[in-house]
């Protein structure tokens, strides 16, 4: 199993009601894309000088799984909506 893990900073630019938005479109990637085992979304609770703003967290069975998931329609438009807002990303794909 694959664990895909991404944590975001964002431009101030983009609003609350922006990103609430925005994880809805990333909570619903389930229903479009069969390989997510698992996906978690969330705000960072602590805000310290290290944390970022926000982590997704989602498993698949292989990393064809999670090629299919990065290249799928559903998660473009999330691309599309997160890339000219994001100050940084950080991902981590390991083995489970």
Known sequence: MIRHVA???FIPEFT???RDEWIALVRDL???I???RALSIGKDVLH????HELAIV???DSLADLETYSTHPA???VLDVSGPVKASLAVVDFEI
């Open 7 to 9: 944590v975001f900073r």
């Open 16 to 18: 609350e009601e922006q």
């Open 30 to 32: 389930e229903n479009h």
């Open 34 to 36: 069969p390989e997510i």
């Open 48 to 51: 310290g000088p290290a944390s």
């Open 58 to 60: 989602a498993d698949f």
């Open 75 to 77: 998660h473009q438009k």
